[in-house]
């Protein structure tokens, strides 16, 4: 096992990862910009370096620095955590040519699945079923035309490096989809450097349904259950549930299986998630996280297994502590991403938390790094912690869920517990029933 693991991250998930270290007697070491220095992850470390300035380009994604931070403090191993590098295959290259361990799959996997057009041609050839849409690339319109005839418009244009919802732009009609092959050609130039676009059908009111999966290197395989991330704004998850209102256990072990026999013949490594549009009882892969989710907490309150600690497992050559037969999908749990924003316009609301108060009691977990006095630093993502809540059904959850979000005191900041407030007493988020513009919609309502 390793002794000591460098965390390359930041916030809540930079302690989440210390939090496993911890449990199985690893030491860690923080790193972090000079706008971080007073961070938590900072202080629970056993140790911390000080990577550069406060631009993320400078410190969090600055491979030579924590390279350095690596050879200084002789970590052995590295976790990502999600964002950041997690998803970089020459960051995990790099670490495995100086002897130092990728806390995640291999280089290649990342690669395979960081390119949404070789993730669906290998997700096809693995038996997931996919969006219909182009078979790769669309190079030029006319190519464009013919695929959107065939599957029907409205069609998605979408950018093979995508991420975080960028480079993708819905065509309604022929002459819309020229004007949207440029727009998400110059967006995905501008945001990954990379312009290759694919082409999907736009599905109208799907859910989405992802697909939690381990496996090790001794041929274990796993699957972990489902999440229900389709409360979005803007393509990004607002409020996660596991398991999905909409799948009963039947569906559950048919998709998990299909899954589990995917990564197995891919012979991946660690933690994936598995993505999914859900319609009309068909799931429709659309990509592959070859990474620990933001969301992964809700999987770990239903099942009780901790998913850092068999990732660090894994990494480490070990076999994971659990196999298919002994995950039991137990009660229901809900996350909410609580984000230092206006709850109305959205726009980030940084600043001094002046006091901190996170509720408490039985099936109730906060993820968070901040604390009463604590500067959020304007530079980097607005999450500023997880509530997590969980029932022994989604009646209780939900129970739960309306108490907690009226204990949970964050002040000095506008935060979007606002709208969590609102969401849990809608009729139809009470009844699960809701689709991935259904919180758009509500929005607009509201706004309306
Ligand atoms: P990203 O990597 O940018 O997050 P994804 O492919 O994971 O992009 O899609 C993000 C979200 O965009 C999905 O959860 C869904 O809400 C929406 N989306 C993606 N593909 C489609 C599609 N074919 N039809 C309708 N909505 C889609």
């Not at 938590?40 to 056993?46: F, G, K, S, Y």
């Not at 690596?70 to 999600?82: L, M, N, Q, R, S």
């Not at 669906?120 to 997931?128: F, P, V």
């Not at 092959?181 to 059908?201: N, P, Q, V």
Request: net charge negative; proline share 4%; with cysteine.
């Amino acid at each position: 096992m390793f002794e000591k693991v460098l965390i390359a991250n930041r916030g809540e998930i930079a302690l989440r990862v210390h939090r496993a270290c911890r449990e199985m007697g690893i030491k860690t070491v923080a790193i972090h910009s000079t706008a971080d220095a007073d961070a938590m992850h900072v202080r629970l470390a056993n140790e911390s370096v000080c990577i550069g300035p406060a631009p993320a380009s400078e410190s969090y994604l600055n491979i030579p620095a924590i390279i350095s931070a690596c050879e200084i403090t002789g970590a052995d191993a590295v976790h990502p955590g999600y964002g950041f590098l997690s998803e970089n295959a020459k960051f995990a290259d790099i670490l495995h040519a100086h002897g130092i361990t990728f806390i995640g799959p291999t280089a290649e996997h990342i690669r395979v699945m960081g390119d949404k057009i070789q993730a669906k041609i290998t997700a096809k050839e693995l038996g997931i079923p996919v969006v219909p849409g182009s078979d790769g690339a669309i190079r030029t319109d006319e190519e464009a035309y013919k695929v959107a005839e065939e599957t029907g418009y409205p069609v998605l244009v979408k950018a093979a490096a995508g991420g975080g919802g960028r480079g993708m732009k819905v065509a309604r009609s022929k002459g819309e989809l020229s004007s949207a092959l440029s727009t998400a050609r110059a967006e995905a130039k501008a945001a990954f450097g990379d312009d290759s676009l694919y082409m999907e059908k736009y599905l109208g009111q799907p859910r989405h349904i992802e697909v939690q999966v381990i496996a090790d290197s001794h041929g274990n395989v796993a699957h972990l259950g489902e999440r229900d991330c389709s409360l979005q704004r803007r393509h990004q998850k607002v409020l996660e549930e596991c398991p999905s209102p909409a799948l009963n256990a039947q569906q559950r072990e048919e998709i998990g299986g299909i899954v589990s026999r995917a990564i197995k013949k891919l012979g991946y490594l660690g933690v994936g998630t598995v993505e999914f549009l859900y319609e009309d009882g068909q799931f429709f892969f659309i990509e592959m996280n070859t990474r620990l989710q933001v969301e992964h907490p809700i999987t770990e309150a239903v099942t009780g297994i901790d998913l850092v600690r068999e990732q660090i497992r894994i990494a480490a050559g070990m076999e994971m502590s659990f196999s298919q037969e002994d995950v039991q999908f137990n009660g229901h749990a809900i996350e909410c991403r609580i984000n230092a924003e206006d709850p109305k316009t959205f726009a980030p609301s940084p600043g001094t938390i002046k006091d901190f108060h996170t509720p408490g009691g039985l099936g109730v977990r906060v993820d968070s790094a901040v604390y009463s006095g604590y500067r959020i630093p304007p530079y980097y993502d607005s999450l500023i912690g997880k509530l997590v809540v969980s029932g022994r059904n989604r009646n209780e959850c939900m129970m739960r869920l309306r108490r907690t979000l009226h204990e949970f005191v964050i002040d000095g900041i506008k935060t979007t517990i606002p709208l969590f407030q609102e969401l849990v007493n809608e009729p139809d988020f009470i009844n699960g029933e809701y689709h991935i513009h259904w919180l758009e919609d509500f929005l607009k309502k509201q706004q309306g």
